[in-house]
């Protein structure tokens, strides 16, 4: 367990997956990559952690994953063409992906689960206290819950895990936390973590969602986690043998997050995810928003 002002600065994003739920659109195109609105799901993410001042990013891929690397990477020949044209502000915007922080890749090979992927990441993160943030949980920059993790996480040292509150009947969707209150509203004590449990045997109706903030003791639990639901290496299962066991690593914090999420995993919360995000952006909201009233009023 390391100490609990160990300064953060590495994020890890696992991105292994195959987007089956957007086939055919997956088929040759990683679903992180789809947009929304006009930058894909990845940089919101990426965006994210830099944010959180965790400058430092590997992302866990898998086959077909190049693109991501290529986002993320200078495209020259299209910044030439930019340049001599004196569009400065597409400039800016194709440069501003390459050099949002320092990226690092590794292929998890055997897609066997989340916790697969995260101990994909040990070499490279070490004996440091690290991020998890999946792709597919895309949180409004107004609302800022990874920093408020780090925050916990650098005061109490273990591990924190993002919480949501969902209805029962939407639990067996998610890990799901029991919990005891700590003096903060937002911030609780997990005693129990269970994967995807069923709603009449679910201990609360905290799901856990898609940031993490990992003591590297993890990567131990890790070794030794047998395949679980889905016969895959879940991580839910390895922090829940941290929080029975904190002197393995430390406790295991949660925040109860109340702000703005968009998942991007699911088609239909996808599109609500643009029709949001477009109708709040000041240089398409105003046009957007008057055609959507009309269509929704007129026309459906």
């Given at each position: 367990m390391t100490q609990p002002n160990s300064r953060i600065s590495k994020a890890v994003v696992p991105a292994a997956g195959l987007g089956t739920r957007f086939l055919p659109a997956t088929k040759a195109t990683p679903k992180e990559m789809l947009p929304v609105v006009d930058k894909p799901a990845i940089q919101y993410v990426v965006e994210e952690a830099v944010a959180a001042g965790l400058s430092d990013v590997l992302m866990i891929t898998g086959r077909n994953k190049r693109p991501l690397e290529d986002?993320?990477?200078?495209?020259?020949?299209?910044?030439?063409?930019?340049?001599?044209k004196g569009d400065a502000r597409r400039l800016g915007k194709v440069q501003e992906s390459s050099d949002l922080a320092t990226m690092h890749y590794v292929r998890q090979g055997d897609p066997r689960g989340l916790g697969h992927a995260v101990l994909c990441a040990a070499p490279h993160v070490g004996d440091q206290p690290f991020a998890v943030l999946l792709g597919?949980?895309?949180?409004?920059?107004?609302?800022?819950?990874?920093?408020?993790?780090?925050g916990i996480r650098e005061?109490?040292?273990?591990?924190?895990?993002?919480?949501?509150?969902?209805?029962?009947?939407?639990?067996?969707?998610?890990?799901?936390?029991?919990?005891?209150?700590?003096?903060e509203p937002d911030v609780v004590r997990v005693t129990r973590l269970v994967e995807k449990p069923?709603?009449?045997?679910?201990?609360?109706?905290?799901?856990?969602?898609?940031?993490?903030?990992?003591?590297?003791?993890?990567?131990?639990?890790?070794?030794?986690?047998?395949?679980?639901?889905?016969?895959e290496i879940q991580l839910t299962d390895a922090l829940g043998e941290l929080a029975g066991d904190e002197k393995t690593g430390g406790p295991v914090h949660g925040v109860v997050f109340r702000g703005r999420r968009y998942d991007?995993?699911?088609?239909?919360?996808?599109?609500?995810?643009i029709v949001r995000l477009a109708?709040?952006?000041?240089?398409?909201?105003?046009?957007?928003?008057?055609?959507?009233?009309?269509?929704?009023?007129?026309?459906?």
């Open positions: 986002h993320f990477d200078r495209n020259y020949e299209l910044e030439e063409a930019l340049a001599r597919d949980d895309l949180i409004d920059p107004r609302d800022p819950l990874l920093s408020r993790m780090v005061r109490e040292g273990g591990s924190v895990v993002a919480l949501m509150e969902v209805d029962l009947s939407q639990i067996d969707r998610y890990g799901c936390a029991a919990v005891e209150p700590t003096g069923d709603p009449s045997e679910a201990p609360s109706n905290l799901a856990v969602i898609g940031r993490y903030v990992l003591d590297p003791a993890i990567f131990a639990v890790l070794r030794g986690t047998e395949p679980g639901r889905d016969n991007t995993g699911d088609r239909g919360a996808y599109l609500r995810a109708c709040e952006r000041e240089d398409l909201g105003p046009e957007f928003r008057d055609w959507l009233r009309h269509y929704v009023n007129e026309e459906m």
